[in-house]
């Protein structure tokens, strides 16, 4: 059973043809009028913003203040600079007002009042661990007033943080196209699809095994991987629809026999290895892996290594191009955890990885992918040169989106794929650190309005003069749980890193001085 065939069953909903080929219309009429829309930034369109985490929730609980995830797409209210442009954005919960302001007022040459009448906030006043999406589809009255909220359907889309058969049916409901990948397609984004599109792009991918149903697989796979290559240490395991790393697991061989006794050896093994996911159980992931499937990897070892990732968008028409590059800081027990990244990646390699990424595009477009979608490699310095190895491509948008889209909207530059910079409109770089796991126990808290009276006293914010400056996500876990997201945009790399680092010494002096507000 493949990994989507597997999702629609465990969500009860699977696609009957007769829906398959209404979504493939919308999609269809959705490509002959990008075009015209997209080309004009002035013509009146609307936007559904639909910040669902519709992913595996036993992973996603051990996120911590995951449910205002939610609130990274609220980046894309700075589409509202377009001045006949409206926003419909959807959530479990209601947003912060404060929160609102806050992205309202760096609209660049947009007053608030004009963008605040423009967006619509609808909220299902639904904390419950249940993806946004379903909780609409169980609110028909929900429904009926997104559909009235929209005047012209044929000039409005969905954008989605993913896409699922969830998500193709509130298409369907609301008759409105996504920006974004049939969910019939997301196999090839699967940890087992992403290593069968990197051979036929003919790029490098690491020693291992896909398509793995359960743990006798796995042990088997990692017993011919021991076999094959003698000299490896370590070797990951992964979930088919993990994400951010929380699905990967690492095997240490320290101790493993090299007779008959190997499998043995690996089976008694499998219940100790070490999760990157808080939390996790080798019941949980024994249960995740039967159901989704996984696949066994070496370890790529090397004394200099790194993460890029190169992120790459299909348009409705077919068009492919190279959107950033950037290299991710990673943590957790074996460096897997996504925490943040760097743009652009480092200028050793990003026109190398960008190429590799383009060859996947390829493969992707000829299936009819459509949408944003990453790369994710591991970069290791061989003598004066890189190795890269592709390692997983992620159908959605991810956590280097939306600092980007951040960058993009605020200082109104453009990337340019030739060098791999991203540059104002006055020719200027720009390099930013971000960060969605700024967190610290003493920030717990602090409101949104205490976040931006901090931000405001100490010039904590995006200066539109010199397209510097600081932007803050993820505000709403600010109070329950000390955690905010950043992003630190400077003229270089050097600059952004003493933003980021100054962020950091701000929160921490002021937290610990002042009094809470409730």
């Known amino acids: 059973m493949s990994a989507v065939a597997r999702t629609e069953s465990a969500a009860g909903l699977p696609a009957s043809e007769r829906e398959l080929a209404e979504f493939r219309e919308l999609q269809t009429r959705f490509s002959s009028s990008f075009a015209r829309l997209f080309d004009d930034p002035a013509l009146p369109r609307t936007v559904l913003i639909l910040p669902s985490l519709t992913l595996d929730q036993q992973v996603l609980a051990r996120i911590t203040g995951v449910h205002h995830y939610e609130e990274r797409m609220l980046c894309l209210l700075l589409l509202l600079r377009m001045p006949r442009t409206r ?254 990244c760097r743009f652009p990646a480092d200028r050793d390699y990003r026109l190398d990885i960008q190429a590799r990424g383009i060859k996947v595009a390829r493969v992707l477009a000829q299936k009819g992918v459509l949408g944003r979608f990453g790369v994710d490699f591991i970069s290791v310095r061989e003598g004066e040169s890189w190795r890269h190895v592709a390692i997983e491509i992620n159908l959605r948008k991810g956590g280097t989106t939306h600092p980007f889209l951040m960058l993009q909207f605020l200082t109104d530059g453009r990337y340019h794929a030739g060098t791999g910079e991203f540059l104002t409109p006055a020719g200027q770089p720009r390099c930013y650190y971000a960060s969605d796991n700024l967190e610290a126990a003493q920030y717990r808290g602090l409101t949104p309005f205490d976040l931006v009276d901090i931000a405001v006293v100490n010039g904590l914010h995006f200066h539109a003069a010199s397209s510097e400056g600081v932007a803050f996500h993820l505000i709403g876990a600010l109070s329950e749980f000390g955690k905010l997201g950043v992003v630190c945009i400077g003229r270089d790399s050097a600059r952004a890193d003493a933003l980021y680092r100054n962020t950091v010494d701000v929160l921490d002096r002021e937290s610990a001085a002042r009094p809470r507000q409730g």
């Open 87 to 340: 926003v419909i954005y959807v959530t479990s919960t209601p947003i912060s007002e404060t929160i609102i302001d806050y992205y309202l007022h760096m609209l660049p040459g947009v007053p608030g009042v004009h963008a605040r009448s423009r967006l619509t906030l609808i909220s299902c006043d639904d904390a419950s661990p249940v993806p946004l999406t379903r909780k609409i589809l169980e609110r028909p009255q929900m429904i009926d007033r997104i559909r009235a909220t929209i005047a012209d359907p044929g000039s409005a889309h969905m954008t989605c943080f993913t896409v699922t058969e969830l998500e193709r049916r509130l298409a369907l409901a609301l008759g409105l196209p996504i920006y974004g990948c049939d969910p019939s397609l997301l196999h090839w984004g699967s940890k087992s699809g992403s290593r069968k599109v990197f051979r036929e792009a003919g790029i490098e991918l690491p020693f291992g095994f896909e398509d793995l149903g359960d743990s006798c697989q796995v042990a088997a796979a990692l017993a011919e991987l021991k076999r094959a290559k003698p000299g490896v240490r370590r070797a990951v395991v992964k979930l088919n629809e993990g994400f951010s790393g929380e699905g990967n697991a690492v095997i240490d061989f320290a101790g493993a026999p090299e007779d008959a006794s190997l499998l043995s050896w690996l089976r008694d093994r499998l219940p100790t290895m070490a999760f990157e996911a808080k939390g996790m159980t080798w019941a949980l992931y024994e249960d995740r892996l039967r159901s989704m499937g996984g696949i066994v990897e070496e370890f790529i070892p090397g004394a200099v290594k790194r993460s890029p990732s190169v992120q790459l968008r299909i348009d409705p028409v077919g068009r492919l191009e190279a959107v950033s590059t950037h290299d991710q800081v990673l943590g957790g027990p074996n460096g897997q955890i996504f925490l943040g």
